[in-house]
Nanobody, 113 residues
Framework: QVQLVESGGGLVEPGGSLRLSCAAS????????MVWYRQTPGNEREKVAS???????EYPGSEKGRFTISRDSDKNTAYLQINNAQPEDTGVYSC???????WGQGTQVTVSP
């Protein structure tokens, strides 16, 4: 069974950068859309970025321009680059493969001076 494992979270100052990784435990063939979500206490998860099998990114929210999603199909890994981090970026970031109904356990990002 494929598992997703996120990493790369941590504490960053406003204006700083982080790169989150989402690694699949075995090959998914790079054939599925992968999605990054963020959840904050008391709120539902919100989609922040997705990437198609062909590498086409989408950013449904206001993070466009500061967040960059990418993928390396050979490494079965998706990435989320966060630049110019803002306090409102704070939350638990989880990755998801909708077609496989797979979720990772999440990684905490905290943006604070």
């Amino acid at each position: 069974q494929v598992q997703l494992v996120e990493s790369g979270g941590g504490l960053v100052e406003p204006g700083g950068s982080l790169r989150l990784s989402c690694a699949a435990s075995r090959g998914t063939g790079g054939i599925h859309t992968m999605v990054w979500y963020r959840q904050t206490p008391g709120n539902e998860r919100e989609k922040v970025a997705s990437i198609s099998p062909g590498g086409l990114p989408e950013y449904p929210g206001s993070e466009k321009g500061r967040f960059t999603i990418s993928r390396d199909s050979d490494k079965n890994t998706a990435y989320l680059q966060i630049n110019n981090a803002q306090p409102e970026d704070t939350g638990v970031y989880s990755c998801n493969i909708p077609f496989l109904l797979l979720w990772g356990q999440g990684t905490q990002v905290t943006v604070s001076p």
